[in-house]
T-cell receptor, first 118, second 116 residues
Framework: DQQVKQNSPSLSVQEGRISILNCDYT??????FLWYKKYPAEGPTFLIS?????DKNEDGRFTVFLNKSAKHLSLHIVPSQPGDSAVYFC?????????????????FGQGTILTVHP | NAGVTQTPKFQVLKTGQSMTLQCAQD?????MYWYRQDPGMGLRLIYY???????DKGEVPNGYNVSRLNKREFSLRLESAAPSQTSVYFC???????????????FGPGTRLTVT
């Protein structure tokens, strides 16, 4: 059962336009969400995160929105640049009060390949 | 400061062979993780070590063993490799396992393993 889903395998946008990457989750115990960026032949690198107590977090060109009622988050990149072309993974972690040893473990989505055309 | 390093970068094994993937971090992190990445599956947790001296199974532990050698090093062993273990393996570390609001993990460059 895929608890974190990125339903769009790929996204293609023009340089300067907005890129919107989407992620849905099913586990209501998730309360911390992260986005990672991955270039070919490299490991994933942390991009931005959001706690469930917020609905928006912004860092430069990157903004993550969280809709808890819909169990949906999105990553907006404005303006998109060719160097943003990469695979983007969303990840989620249960809250520290979830019990057991589940907290601190990240569950990843399948990834979305973003291509930004010059 | 190299961050998380992994060796080897590439490996080809025959079915039934064994090997150990090495991982080290120099960030003084307490927690370390092993993931595998397969097409269309994202990253799946194999094993993790919340702190030195402890290891626990993740989502897909079958066919693997781990050793947390010391605070810096966390190795992944395939005792009898199978074609289903063909994948890209990533090691990661984090400062503290599950510390509230501090879930960020730092990844190594990966090991591409092919089992024929």
């Amino acid at each position: 059962d895929q608890q974190v889903k990125q339903n769009s395998p790929s996204l293609s946008v023009q340089e300067g336009r907005i890129s919107i990457l989407n992620c849905d989750y099913t586990n209501s115990m998730f309360d911390y969400f992260l986005w990672y960026k991955k270039y070919p032949a490299e490991g994933p690198t942390f991009l931005i995160s959001i706690s469930s107590i917020k609905d928006k977090n912004e860092d430069g060109r990157f903004t993550v929105f969280l809709n808890k009622s819909a169990k949906h988050l999105s990553l907006h990149i404005v303006p998109s640049q060719p160097g943003d072309s990469a695979v983007y993974f969303c990840a989620a972690s249960p809250n520290i009060n979830a019990g057991g040893t589940s907290y601190g473990k990240l569950t990843f989505g399948q990834g979305t390949i973003l291509t930004v055309h010059p | 400061n190299a961050g998380v390093t992994q060796t080897p970068k590439f490996q080809v094994l025959k079915t039934g062979q064994s090997m150990t993937l090495q991982c080290a971090q120099d960030m003084n992190h307490n927690s370390m993780y092993w993931y595998r990445q397969d097409p269309g599956m994202g990253l799946r947790l194999i094993y993790y070590s919340a702190s030195e001296g402890t290891t626990d199974k993740g989502e897909v532990p079958n066919g693997y063993n781990v050793s947390r050698l010391n605070k810096r090093e966390f190795s992944l062993r395939l005792e009898s490799a199978a074609p289903s273990q063909t994948s890209v393996y990533f090691c990661a570390s984090s400062p503290h396992f599950g510390t509230s609001g501090n879930y960020e993990q730092y990844f190594g460059p990966g090991t591409r393993l092919t089992v024929t």
